[in-house]
């Protein structure tokens, strides 16, 4: 009898397949590695969960700053007005006409290597979240991969724009998750000045580029828990890129028409990110059982300080369990959430209940429940 055939006895069907999962009500109670199980495995085998954790983060900032007294003197704008709509007072930007977002990225996967204390040779695999990738192709993880020496590592880029860092998280935990492999690293990644109309008020006012990496290594104690995640293609009617992809490829007609840099129409996106963000980390925290006080700290996508407070109070939390660094940066949309948790590392304790969420273009959004996995030496 084959082992898929209607004849195999259920639970033996289930037992071969890989990645198996008991659920009980829709709560996963474990999930095994990609090994094959037998029933006798099953009762003979004391069953962990192992996790993905983040065992280490970097990041990198160009050092070039764009400050709202600067942006006074390029469109009609002031520094009240970004202040009081957004929370943002710099952005950084990457000036050097022959560096792009793989650049950056590779300067935040060498510091990653450097503080975790391991060689490039080591890493599986590189995920690479972006919108502004150095080119079509190669993807951007490809050229970080070169760029640090990862000669053993595979990598793909992930488009999902401001939630790309989550998604690819979500995406990279996988493969520990299963045991394939023991050090993925994600990076989040944006050369957003690449793409911004430095002539249109509305939108560049709010962005800047950035990048931050994570990796990710196995944990039977901590590390990511849950993920719900979202698009809705609908979105793109009111942020995208209008041209350079297969749809109107570059023309001089294209290039007349400002279709390569960032359209947004930016109320229907600001109300779309508030509901998105809010609800979608305050269904995390009810379908994992958290309330307010089991949340020790909020990660949020730094689109708008006005964005960010409505999920902080949505999700019933402190101002001071919020880590917000927009004034400083900006929106660098991949890279916001791990440099983040870069600036807050030395804050965060061993087992802390942690909320990444995020929204984003065209439209994208989501949360992830992770569980923190060490203490920074030396830290507050
Ligand atoms: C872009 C954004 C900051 C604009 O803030 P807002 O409160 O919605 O402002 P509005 O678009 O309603 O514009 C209000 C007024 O300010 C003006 N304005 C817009 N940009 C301005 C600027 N940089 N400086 C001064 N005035 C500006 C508008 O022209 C408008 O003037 P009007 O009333 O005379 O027409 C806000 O919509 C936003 O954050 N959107 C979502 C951003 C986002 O999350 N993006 C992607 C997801 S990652």
């Known amino acids: ?13 289930k037992a071969f397949i890989p990645q198996f999962r008991l659920e009980t009500q829709g709560n996963l109670l474990f999930r095994t590695s990609s090994h094959i199980l037998s029933l006798a495995a ?26 709202n007294a600067d942006l006074e003197t390029m469109v009609d704008t002031n520094d009240e007005w970004i202040r009081s709509r957004t929370g943002i007072e ?14 950056m990225g590779a300067e935040a996967v060498k510091e990653l290597l450097k503080k975790r204390g391991i060689e490039a040779a080591e890493i599986d695999l590189i995920i690479v979240a972006t919108v502004t990738a150095d080119m079509h192709f190669p993807a951007t993880a490809n050229l970080i991969a070169d760029k640090v020496g990862a000669v053993n590592s ?24 299963t045991g394939r492999y023991k050090k993925v690293i994600v990076v989040g990644a944006d050369k957003m000045s690449a793409i911004v109309d430095y002539t249109d008020r509305t939108t560049c006012i709010l962005f800047g580029d950035g990048a931050g990496a994570v990796l990710l290594e196995p944990s039977e104690t901590h590390g990511v828990i849950d993920h719900k995640l979202h698009v809705d293609g609908k979105g793109a009617q009111m942020l995208r890129q ?17 279709d390569h840099v960032i359209y947004q129409d930016g109320q229907p996106v600001f109300k779309a990110a508030v509901k998105g963000m809010a609800d979608v980390s305050y269904e ?3 379908r994992n059982n958290l309330a307010s006080e089991d949340v020790a700290w909020l ?13 902080q109070r949505r999700m019933g939390l402190p101002p001071e369990k919020v880590t917000i660094n927009i004034q400083k940066y900006g929106n660098t949309t991949a890279a916001t959430i791990p440099l983040c948790i870069r600036d807050w590392e030395s804050k965060f304790k061993k087992g802390d209940n942690i909320i990444l969420a995020a929204f984003g273009g065209g439209f994208t959004w989501g ?7 060490y203490d920074t030496p030396n830290a507050d």
């Open 299 to 311: 990660v949020p996508h730094q689109a708008n300080l006005r964005i960010i407070d409505a999920t």
């Open 284 to 286: 995390i925290m009810q």
């Open 367 to 373: 949360a992830v429940y992770l569980t923190w996995a």
């Open 1 to 13: 009898m084959k082992k898929g055939s209607p004849g195999f006895p259920f639970f033996l069907r």
């Open 242 to 258: 209008k041209a350079g992809g297969s749809l109107h490829p570059p023309t001089h007609a294209t290039v007349d028409a400002k």
């Open 42 to 67: 099953i009762s003979s085998t004391k069953l962990t969960i192992m996790h993905a954790a983040i065992t280490a983060v970097a990041g990198y900032l160009p050092e070039d700053k764009l400050t």
């Open 154 to 177: 595979w990598g793909y880029d992930l488009s999902a724009a401001c939630s790309g860092f989550i998604f690819a998280l979500t995406t990279g935990a996988q493969f520990v998750e």
């Open 90 to 103: 710099e952005r950084r930007i990457l000036k050097d006409p022959n560096l792009a977002t793989s650049d």
